[in-house]
């Protein structure tokens, strides 16, 4: 038999089993002796024949009781929740559903978000700023999804202190109606084609093109007079024309809630998911927002009803040829143009009209009005009136002025020495 140490009470049970054993003691007898009933002595005869010592024994003899488990993983909790800093910044205004998201990622601790809401709420006396009166929710219209993914594509930008540091910039959005997976995310200083451009460009090349895009009335979009659409299509309106995508107003924000309710999501974790990562600006942001993407598709997606996906295949050279902001201009004897108050140069179209193109992937260039050539232009004079977008000032600075000042400058004053 196995043999384990035992306690005085321990002891007195096993001599009184061995004597029923010995038929020294009756079951009966022993009943009365230990003051439990006939049967629980049988059993725990039975018990003794087949397992020894070990049976009289309790299972948790030796184990440390479950609640101070508890207690030192409730203080974990709390620890990490109070003193987890970076750069001196701390965990304060996050919701309890990610926090206990980056429990179990960051720290491997798998708990549930009611034990987490009550242990920061209870210890720490936090309450999340997510965590709200349902008279205080907004609410988003019911509608079926719909059948195949890329059949609906749900378009918005929104501007959020994201890098909580108390400024708000703009994340442009696309997400499939019938998934709910997010198609792409794309930041810039305000919202603008630019963005939503560039999460076209992703979503042609990571899932081709869809059947239609929903979308919020905003001129980007729509030509808009007197509150009414009019049926003159804007420089966005006619690309997706080229590539047969219809454009659908909504009339009010909630009649988009798959797209409004995915913002009340990264509003809640991707400003603590950034600072986590270490990233501060934009240029960062728009590197790293694909590895968020794929986190949250994974927790959130479903699968759509249909197998087959509208998504249609997409010619990239083709994409990227019409993907960008288009205005025209006059380029004078002396190959100069001026674009809101900058003055470029272009030799190759001295004297002619031209298309002046912008996009956040190629920078600035002209083309010919009945052409599609490419014809790189530099910089002369930049402009401190303020004429000129700031979008577009950025897109300047990146293509034209980042390390390179003195090259355009010396252009320009070589220009000036031959015009006189």
Not at 31 to 49: D, F, H
Request: hydrophobic share 35%; aromatic share 10%.
């Amino acid at each position: 038999m196995n043999t384990v140490e035992l306690d005085d009470k321990q002891t007195a049970y096993k001599s009184v089993l061995e004597k029923i054993i010995n038929n020294e003691m009756t079951t009966k007898q022993a009943a009365l002796e230990l003051c439990v009933t006939q049967r629980c002595i049988e059993y725990k005869v039975q018990a003794y024949k087949l397992l020894g010592d070990i049976s009289l024994r309790h299972g948790n003899t030796g184990k440390s009781h479950v609640s101070g488990k508890f207690k030192t993983l409730r203080q974990k909790i709390i620890d990490i929740f109070l003193y987890t800093k970076i750069e001196g910044e701390t965990l304060d205004g996050i919701s309890y559903s990610y926090f206990n998201s980056l429990l179990e990622e960051m720290f491997d601790i798998k708990v549930s978000d009611t034990y987490v809401k009550k242990v920061l709420k209870k210890e720490c006396h936090y309450i999340s700023p997510r965590s709200s009166n349902c008279k205080d929710k907004i609410i988003h219209l019911s509608r079926s999804r719909k059948a195949q993914e890329g059949e609906l594509i749900q378009v918005d930008g929104s501007e959020h202190d994201w890098f909580r540091n108390g400024h708000k910039e703009c994340i442009h959005g696309f997400i499939d109606d019938a998934t709910g997976k997010i198609i792409s995310l794309y930041m810039t200083k305000h919202e603008c084609s630019f963005g939503y451009h560039e999460c076209f460009r992703s979503m042609t090349i990571e899932y081709g093109i869809p059947l239609a895009l929903y979308t919020d009335k905003l001129q980007v979009f729509y030509t808009i007079r007197d509150g009414k659409i009019k049926d003159e299509p804007t420089q966005f309106g006619r690309i997706m024309n080229e590539f047969g995508v219809e454009l659908i107003p909504a009339n009010t924000p909630q009649a988009k809630g798959r797209v409004e309710r995915m913002w009340q999501t990264l509003q809640g974790q991707l400003p603590f998911w950034l600072w986590i990562h270490g990233v501060k600006t934009i240029e960062e942001a728009n590197k790293v927002l694909n590895q968020y993407i794929k986190k949250f598709n994974k927790k959130y997606a479903v699968k759509a009803k249909e197998k087959d996906s509208a998504f249609v295949p997409a010619d990239l050279e083709q994409v990227n040829q019409h993907l960008k902001l288009t205005t025209i201009g006059k380029v004078d004897n002396g190959g100069v143009f001026n674009l809101k108050g900058y003055r470029f140069f272009c030799k190759e179209l001295a004297g002619e009209k031209v298309k002046i193109c912008l996009s956040i992937k190629n920078g600035l260039w002209c083309e010919p009005i009945n052409g599609k050539k490419h014809y790189p232009v530099e910089l002369l004079e930049t402009d401190t009136s303020g004429l000129m977008p700031e979008v577009w000032k950025d897109l300047v600075e990146e293509f034209f002025l980042k390390n390179a000042k003195p090259k355009y400058r010396e252009v320009y004053k070589e220009l000036e020495y031959k015009s006189a």
